[in-house]
């Protein structure tokens, strides 16, 4: 049976995902959906016969773009972003998150598939991006920061601190892969 999201404020979207990975083939592992919201990161998770969790990280895409990537990121606010988004993840550490498999829908989780080089995949599966995939990129953008090659464009400019979120939260919370979702219900 699936199990229902009642959580004020949350995105119909994010409700409509749950309910998706609920019923489907994953109704019997722990899954955690993230949220990449602008002043906060949203993890709903559950663990097998565990209740839903859903932990709020205190940081989001714009709040990091305002404080450390306007105008324009230097090596020693990218370096000051890095250590805040440490800090807001710390308290994120949770039992419920080991072995879970996280998923995103967000449009800038695709925006970052897209950027690491993987093409959209438009089949009801979820498309994978592994940690090293998410690492690599960041290597690349950090070397842009420091005066290398452009990157592509085409980059939303939430992009950046959503990649600087999502590699952090891959590596402290020890999540070897994210599975995408088509970003529309």
Known sequence: MSEQLHIPNLPES???HWQRLQAGPFAEQP???L????RQTLLI???VGEELTMIVVPIGTAELNERYFTP????ASLETAIMAVEDA?????SPLLLASQLYCADPLAHHITLAAGFSPNRDEEAQSLSSDA???LFQRYCQFVEGG???????????????????ELMHHLAFPKLFLLPSQP
Do not use: K
């Open 72 to 75: 324009r990121p230097t090596p």
């Open 45 to 47: 998770c559950r663990g």
């Open 14 to 16: 994010l409700q409509y």
């Open 149 to 167: 090659a452009p990157l592509q464009s085409g980059w939303p400019d939430a992009t950046p601190v959503a990649l600087l979120i999502l590699r």
């Open 35 to 38: 949220h990449l919201g602008e």
């Open 89 to 93: 993840i710390a308290p994120a550490r």
């Open 134 to 136: 998410v690492e690599q």
């Open 31 to 33: 899954i955690t959906l």
